[in-house]
């Protein structure tokens, strides 16, 4: 049975002002004439009984202990705190800055880490020769790389130098000792 | 919004992490002495003319030198300069 087959049968313009009777929240003066009206029509006193029967049961009232409702409130009044400070916080760095203000700070700070940047640790030749140095930029990939290129050459002799700082082997061991002997003498 | 979010931090983190890797590169190559840079680009010359397996050969003889320590690096590299400064004289 569905709640519009439960409930029937009243007067269409007080339909709604029933529901709103049930709840409590009407005018005072709309009260007395609705009450006024459930004293005469008896298709409005079956409907608001049925109100009264079948919307408790569609919302039934759930009570919540105490301790929910002061852990809710302690917990929102944290929240609240905690937003109040952060907004102070960002108001007392910017509070100076108005207007026009704010988009030139930022226009200012980001100019100043751009310049930064092109600078590096005291390092302006960046302005004077631009790009003089064309570096493959397999060498420039990352410092791994760059290290690896600056210590080829010994890489390259490698097992030739640890062969002589082990005096007991006789000449090259394996292939990669063969392959360091080409290089560095 | 919340994934959004995170997924935009790890997006920056991993755009800065790969500029501040270019960036100490640049910064290396600066640092270096004229010798040093021409000896990393004769380097680069050679290394593009190696056959692959010596390409290969020369990757594990840097993971290895990389393992080894401090100083034993150090030496190995004082060896090296002086046999080169010898056979130079020579």
Redesign the interface.
Known sequence: MTINQALGGACKRYEEDLVLHYYGEIAEGERVRVERHLGECDACRRFSADLRRLLPQINPTQELPNSFWDDYYRQTMAKLTQYEEKKNRWRSWFGSLSGWMMPAFGTVSAAVLVVA?MY??D?P?VFVEPAA?R??Q??????N???????????????N??A??EPKSDGPRTD?DQ?ATGY?? | MKKSNFLAWILGTFLLLAAQ??????????N?SPK??D???R??Q??QNLPSQ?KQ??RE??N??QRLPEEKRD???Q??ND??RD?DRD
């Open positions: 940047l590096g640790k390092n030749k140095e570096i493959p397999e060498i420039m990939v990352d410092q790389q760059l290290e690896f290129f600056k210590s080829m050459h010994i890489l390259e002799a490698l097992s130098l640890e002589q700082e990669r392959f560095i003498a | 890797g270019t960036w100490a590169a640049d910064d290396n190559w600066r270096l040093e840079k000896r990393v680009l380097n680069y050679r290394w010596d050969h020369l003889e840097w290895r030198w030496r190995l590299k060896r090296y046999q080169r056979r």
